[in-house]
């Protein structure tokens, strides 16, 4: 398993796998191992992934400083895993929680980007609203597993609200699982269930534990990112919704939204095919343009 020290000697782990050009990978949950994501539905077929596994999880050090697992310190892991890598400019794809963090790092370091994927991703380092939440939630009132999953998605936000520890919250977060996925079956349940082993309390907390960013000079920032963007949102996902993952495009200068059908907040297992395609044309086309100014 390869590991490299990072800006504070931490030994950051990362999975190699695929073949192709190399796209660095950063997971969500917060600090979920990047186990969880797999070949991203195959996209290993034509890139080589490089899957960095955050500070205190999946194969990576517990910090001398658990300050650091704060969203915006990670920034400066992932420079030290760019640096590691010998690469002057990278392609990055993010997923959920970990595109707060991409968000930063394209802020912080915009040359260091070729493109920029975000699968899902978090919003509250640029301050979008989430909206339509509650809408899609209702949307899925048809499906079996509603009434129960529904109730625990109350009682995790209600929870989360007022501060409760993972012991509380971690039960009620697994109950609302099946929001997450875009068919609840069987692939789906293991993929969830495998979720508490592969997200250590302590980092997970620890990412947005004191996070308070400066969401006008990140948008200010980020509008003058030349990298290409791409935003791959789910149709089904309640957060971010299609809606909120647009109004998170529109802050870049060159990026578009995709929205995949009939997927939730995993859309390369809810329709792998479709996932690597929208994928791969965006990181093999052309790069556009932008206007020079009149």
Same mark, same amino acid.
């Not at 704060?70 to 990055?92: I, K, P, Q, T, Y």
């Not at 899902?120 to 939440?133: A, D, I, K, M, N």
């Not at 534990?209 to 791409?230: K, Y």
């Given at each position: 398993? /390869?590991?490299?020290?990072?800006?504070?000697?931490?030994?950051?782990? =990362?999975?190699?796998?695929?073949?192709?050009?190399?796209?660095?990978?950063?997971?969500?949950?917060?600090?979920?191992?990047?186990?969880?994501?797999?070949?991203?539905?195959?996209?290993?077929?034509?890139?080589?992934?490089? %899957?960095?596994?955050?500070?205190?999880?999946? @194969?990576?050090? !517990?910090?001398?400083?658990?300050?650091?697992?704060?969203?915006?310190?990670?920034?400066?892991?992932?420079?030290?895993?760019?640096?590691?890598?010998?690469?002057?400019?990278?392609?990055?794809?993010?997923?959920?929680?970990?595109?707060?963090?991409?968000?930063? =790092?394209?802020?912080?370091?915009?040359?260091?980007?070729?493109?920029?994927?975000?699968?899902?991703?978090?919003?509250?380092?640029?301050?979008?609203?989430?909206?339509?939440?509650? @809408?899609?939630?209702?949307?899925?009132?048809?499906?079996?597993?509603?009434?129960?999953? %529904?109730?625990?998605?109350?009682?995790?936000? $209600?929870?989360?609200?007022?501060?409760?520890?993972?012991?509380?919250?971690?039960?009620?977060?697994?109950?609302?699982? /099946?929001?997450?996925?875009?068919?609840?079956?069987?692939?789906?349940?293991?993929?969830?269930?495998? @979720?508490? $082993?592969?997200?250590?309390?302590?980092?997970?907390?620890?990412?947005?534990?004191?996070?308070? /960013?400066?969401?006008?000079?990140?948008?200010?920032?980020?509008?003058?990112?030349?990298?290409? !963007?791409? !935003? !791959?949102?789910?149709?089904?996902?309640?957060?971010?919704?299609?809606?909120?993952?647009?109004?998170?495009?529109?802050?870049?200068?060159?990026?578009?939204?995709?929205?995949?059908?009939?997927?939730?907040?995993?859309?390369?297992?809810?329709?792998?095919?479709?996932?690597? %395609?929208?994928?791969?044309?965006?990181?093999?086309? $052309? /790069?556009?343009?932008?206007?020079?100014?009149?």
């Amino acid at each position: 398993m /390869p590991r490299f020290p990072s800006y504070d000697s931490t030994a950051l782990a =990362y999975h190699v796998l695929g073949s192709g050009p190399p796209i660095v990978c950063l997971p969500g949950g917060a600090a979920r191992a990047s186990s969880y994501l797999g070949d991203l539905g195959g996209l290993s077929r034509d890139r080589t992934l490089l %899957k960095l596994d955050s500070r205190g999880s999946g @194969e990576s050090a !517990v910090p001398e400083d658990p300050a650091s697992y704060r969203c915006e310190r990670l920034v400066d892991d992932v420079e030290a895993f760019r640096v590691h890598l010998g690469l002057d400019r990278m392609d990055l794809l993010a997923h959920s929680a970990a595109g707060n963090l991409a968000e930063l =790092y394209a802020a912080r370091h915009p040359h260091r980007l070729s493109r920029l994927v975000l699968v899902t991703p978090g919003l509250r380092s640029v301050g979008v609203e989430t909206v339509g939440f509650a @809408e899609a939630v209702t949307a899925r009132s048809a499906q079996w597993w509603y009434p129960e999953a %529904k109730a625990a998605m109350d009682a995790w936000q $209600e929870a989360a609200d007022r501060g409760a520890g993972p012991d509380e919250v971690n039960p009620l977060r697994s109950g609302a699982a /099946p929001f997450a996925y875009g068919r609840w079956d069987e692939r789906a349940r293991a993929h969830a269930e495998a @979720e508490p $082993e592969e997200r250590p309390d302590a980092p997970s907390a620890g990412f947005y534990d004191g996070f308070a /960013p400066d969401t006008a000079a990140i948008r200010a920032a980020l509008a003058g990112l030349d990298a290409p !963007v791409l !935003v !791959v949102a789910g149709e089904l996902d309640p957060a971010p919704t299609p809606e909120a993952a647009r109004a998170l495009a529109a802050l870049f200068p060159n990026a578009e939204t995709v929205v995949q059908d009939g997927a939730s907040h995993f859309p390369w297992l809810d329709d792998p095919a479709r996932f690597v %395609k929208t994928v791969l044309t965006f990181l093999t086309d $052309e /790069p556009r343009t932008l206007a020079a100014p009149h």
